[in-house]
């Protein structure tokens, strides 16, 4: 399974982003997928996730209303679309691919490389 990011870069406050996953090496239309993110000296979290057949999604509470997940089947291509932007959404951007039978986002088995998103003020 790979999983290669793109999309980020430097933004100023108030500014959009979209970033892209593409996706190999597994069923991808039948796969959950998630992002999550690492600010330096902190934690891994969670940022958004959305089912196999979009008809779900979900985000931390961090980036309700200012992100959006979204997902191309046809592309093997999962999107997190990124406005308002703010110095605290600083961090690397990671995506997750997961696996049958696996619920929780935390435990999906297949990791992206990253992708820098730095926030100026």
């Known amino acids: 399974v790979q999983l290669v990011e793109s999309g980020g870069g430097l933004v100023q406050a108030g500014g959009s982003l979209r970033l892209h996953c593409a996706a190999s090496g597994l069923t991808f239309s039948r796969s959950a997928m998630a992002w999550f993110r690492q600010a330096p000296g902190k934690e891994r979290e969670f940022v958004a996730g959305i089912s196999w057949s979009a008809f779900r999604t979900n985000y931390a509470d961090s980036v309700k209303g200012r992100f959006i997940i979204s997902r191309d089947n046809a592309r093997n291509t999962v999107y997190l679309q990124m406005n308002s932007l703010k110095p605290e959404d600083t961090a690397v951007y990671y995506c997750?691919?997961?696996?049958?039978?696996?619920?929780?986002?935390?435990?999906?088995?297949?990791w992206g490389q990253g992708t820098q998103v730095t926030v100026s003020s």
């Open positions: 997750k691919a997961g696996a049958p039978g696996i619920l929780n986002p935390a435990e999906y088995p297949y």
